[in-house]
Nanobody, 129 residues
């Protein structure tokens, strides 16, 4: 049984930083495309970023325009852990952040929740103005 557990959320002032982590157990982490999604209050779930491991070219990442230049997704396959470094946080970044794993190869820019097979329980990020 594959389990994803997020941590690192919290309350931060606008302009501050947070790093989210997602530990994956019970599966073959290195083969998964991993993604971060978020859901703000009264909003639909939104794709944030994804990272894949490719045999000949290593890691590749994708970030949506709303977070590009501020957030960085990364992974440590030796630790079965996914990260999201979030800098220059804005109040509109307030959301529950979810990590997700896709067993089968999906385009990094897909952004479709249905492409991902496993989900964490979420961690709350609140950015105050």
């Amino acid at each position: 049984q594959v389990q994803l557990v997020e941590s690192g959320g919290g309350l931060v002032q606008a302009g501050g930083s947070l790093t989210l982590s997602c530990v994956v157990s019970g599966g073959t982490f290195s083969t998964y495309v991993m993604g971060w999604f978020r859901q703000g209050p009264g909003k639909e779930r939104e794709f944030v970023a994804a990272v894949g491991t490719f045999r000949w070219i290593g890691f590749r990442t994708y970030h949506t325009d709303s977070v590009k230049g501020r957030f960085t997704i990364s992974r440590d396959n030796a630790k079965n852990t996914l990260y999201l470094q979030m800098n220059t946080l804005k109040p509109e970044d307030t959301a529950v952040y979810y990590c997700a794993a896709a067993r089968h190869g999906v385009p990094l820019d897909s952004g479709l929740s249905s492409d991902y097979d496993y989900w964490g329980q979420g961690t709350q990020v609140t950015v105050s103005s």
